[in-house]
């Protein structure tokens, strides 16, 4: 992940007093996403992984149902661009793609905007559970594989797990960005990930919990809070949400079912 | 602030085993911003100082550009509506609003996208200085008014202050909502923000360092890391940036001749 940071030169100041030194910046990449010719939008993210944001990203959105209807991906990182060509498209606009409602989303989240917005979101059913040992253990894997990031600070991390062991971790400056990323990288490797769970370091706020639903995942851990329609959602749309997890701690906002009753 | 959070019946799993409790959830509003009947898009915030958060988001996007212009506020809470009224303004939708880039900002940022996107944007020049240990006062300050927030996680504070004060707090679940809720009450309250300084809790990406140079604000101190278009910027357009305060140390990014030498 060495390019996604950058060395500049800055003064450090410390008890010791002031002193020119280099140190590591994250880097930040203006992506604009292009499908079928429509521009859809800018993202500001970290510049690595980019077919598998792109693609997230348009899943996310509803834009993609499957690998299938991919006919090309081209990302240029120099001038930051990601063009995806869907198979059924045309070089024009396409129906589907010129009803998207721009302009809504936060960091390429979906937005959640009212109760109408979740209509025919299926119920998460999947009976995949976890005990509080597994989230404690997977949290700390998250951390240790999240320490190189930690340096630059700012950088949101997130995971696709079963209840054993991590499969795929990524980083972004957006935590709507990385969970994208993850997402995407299952659809291009195929990856199921049917009855797994997804980590985050990031806040759950209604636009993670719904991205999150819309793929089926069960079980979604954060390290930091959820906000009070994060916790809604979870409940309406069977998601077991845990939060706040700080070494052998954690907090069950939602569907706690799926928590398997701890030892002791 | 108690309204920005809500009680919800949580398990807290920790050492001692399961339990059921109340916790503190942080509340969050989707916030639909309307100019003269044209609605601009919907912000996810913490549904307080929704009138600041309007209006500052408007002077951010350059859609307004003085109090005089504003002829009427209108801001209901339970539906998440903000309504402003332009007195030059016709019930259509106006020029002006209808060439807004849509689409691009994250959480109500402006978005910057390439070199033109700062084209005409003047250079900060003000002379104000400050010292390390102003900084690290302020900070102190800073962090001991976002500690009530603390407790539900996730929340960012945004304060207008001179070198040798703090004069507005404000917290947001978007650092960008936090930064426009300042900018907002300035703007209403008729404080100048001439030679005066922000601090914010979040990363400073180049949006949060445009939507602050725009207001000619010479001093950008954060509690976290900026990203590398955030430190060109700054470098750029004539702010100095400060980050990554911790205690009594900070790494200054850019135009450091604002900040005066240590006394040591």
């Known amino acids: 992940m060495m390019d996604s940071v950058d060395k500049f030169p800055i003064e450090r100041v410390t008890e010791a007093g002031r002193k020119h030194v280099e140190d590591l910046v994250i880097k930040e990449l203006p992506l604009t996403i292009t499908l079928n010719n429509r521009e859809l939008l800018t993202l500001l993210c970290s510049p690595a992984d980019l077919e598998y944001l792109a693609v997230g990203f348009l899943f996310s959105e509803g834009l993609l149902q499957s690998k299938e209807e991919i006919e090309k991906i081209t990302v240029d990182t120099q ?22 409602p721009v302009a809504k989303g936060c960091g390429g989240g979906t937005s959640f905007h009212s109760a109408t917005d979740i209509k025919g979101q299926v119920r998460v059913s999947s009976p995949t559970t976890i005990s509080p040992a597994e989230v404690f253990g997977l949290m700390r894997e998250f951390l240790s594989r999240s320490q190189i990031h930690k340096e630059t600070g700012g950088v949101h991390g997130a995971a696709l797990c079963d209840s ?9 400056i957006g935590r709507h960005n ?21 980590i985050t370091s990031g806040r759950v706020s209604s636009e993670i919990l719904l991205k999150v639903a819309k793929r089926g995942i069960p079980i979604l851990i954060s390290k930091s809070a959820p906000t009070d329609l994060g916790v809604r959602l979870a409940n309406d749309l069977g998601v077991t949400l845990i939060g706040f997890v700080r070494g052998e701690r954690m907090n069950i906002y939602a569907n706690g079912w799926r928590v398997t009753t701890a030892d002791k």
């Not at 995806?84 to 589907?96: A, L, P």
């Not at 054993?164 to 972004?172: R, V």
Request: hydrophobic content about 40%; some cysteine.
């Open 79 to 100: 001038s930051g661009a990601a063009h995806v060509k869907r198979k059924d498209g045309t070089e024009s606009v396409d129906e589907s793609v010129s009803g998207w």
């Open 164 to 172: 054993k062991e991590m499969l795929l971790f990524t980083s972004d």
């Open 178 to 198: 990385a969970i994208d990323k993850i997402f995407g990288e299952c659809i291009l490797r195929d990856i199921p990930i049917e009855n797994r769970i997804i």
